[in-house]
């Protein structure tokens, strides 16, 4: 087995795997139905989830086969958000259909279905497991508490601006939104003896000038990465009330997804310029292009971690 699984995808129907230090393409998986919104690779690296238009599948990552191991059907639209549950018990999602859905991986079919009302467009799992907190077209950001089966709070930092990307902390200390006015909102999350997420705001950055399409908190919560159709990247100290660290040029076109090596060393990009690059985040250089795709890449996973040195 691999100790570095990297997958992209996008609009040309194609899942492709990579080494990552040669950049080497060694498997490519089709997509038939659709483009791929979003990639996602369990713990165990095992499997990888790749959202479409409609519907979810699940391929197995070792082996030869290029049928899906299954697939997750209920969302109308394109699928825009995808995650598992740390032990890979459940999977969630959210897509344009308004829905949060989750699906247990051993039972058919969708268990809940949670409405927001609009376009959902990013959708994250709090480290506690049992919150799930989404971000729609219309600036809505909401959280849904599993135990309770409800929406339990919901912050609008922007009326009628789409919230693009949440990120929380891997400490569960803190959650940032990013919307398409290039504006990130951030919020300090504590936890009250109801158990229940409190969020206290904390920062406004007024990141790019035009769309932000990803944020991302670091695994060591030291900096928060922002990818923009301004085509750069940009990483924000998070010890130095976010001031700017680097910024990242190189691609040249919209900066859809990224993700950063267990250890915070090195960020995976993914863009329309049909690319995706390795940063060497120390220096600030692209130390390797994915070139292979033949349309947009709009997703990119990337697990490197110790399997045995998983969260408890």
């Not at 929380?168 to 290039?182: E, P, Q, R």
């Not at 997420?197 to 000038?209: C, I, N, V």
Request: net charge negative.
């Amino acid at each position: 087995m691999s100790s570095v699984i990297l997958a992209t995808a996008g609009y040309d129907h194609t899942i492709r795997f990579w080494e990552a230090t040669s950049g080497i393409c060694y498997r490519t998986l089709q997509y038939q139905e659709s483009q791929v919104n979003k990639l996602e690779i369990t713990s165990d690296k095992t499997q990888i989830a790749a959202a479409g238009v409609g519907q979810i599948r699940i391929y197995d990552v070792n082996a030869n086969d290029t049928q899906p191991v299954s697939t997750y059907e209920g969302h109308v639209g394109n699928v825009t958000a995808i995650g598992f549950q740390k032990d890979t018990k459940w999977m969630f999602s959210g897509g344009e259909d308004g829905t949060v859905r989750v699906w247990d991986l051993r039972a058919p079919g969708c268990q809940r279905a949670y409405e927001s009302r609009a376009a959902v467009n990013t959708v994250v799992l709090h480290p506690n497991q049992g919150e799930l907190i989404s971000g729609d077209a219309t600036g809505h950001i909401r959280v849904w508490d599993l135990t309770a089966n409800a929406c339990s709070c919901e912050l609008v930092p922007e009326i009628g601006t789409a919230v693009r990307s949440l990120t929380v902390a891997m400490d569960g200390g803190m959650m940032v939104a990013a919307n398409t006015h290039g504006t990130c909102y951030v919020w300090r999350m504590m936890r009250g003896a109801t158990l229940t997420t409190h969020f206290e705001p904390m920062h406004k950055l007024r990141a790019h000038s035009t769309y932000i399409l990803k944020c991302l908190i670091s695994p060591d919560c030291q900096q928060l990465a922002t990818t923009s159709s301004d085509k750069t990247i940009k990483l924000w100290n998070l010890d130095n009330n976010f001031s700017l660290d680097r910024t990242l040029v190189g691609h040249t076109r919209w900066v859809w997804d990224c993700v950063f090596s267990v250890d915070a060393a090195y960020l995976v990009t993914a863009s329309s310029d049909a690319t995706a690059r390795l940063w060497d985040l120390s220096t600030g250089d692209a130390i390797r292009t994915y070139s292979g795709h033949h349309k947009p890449v709009v997703c990119c996973a990337l697990n490197d971690s110790a399997i045995d040195g998983r969260d408890s």
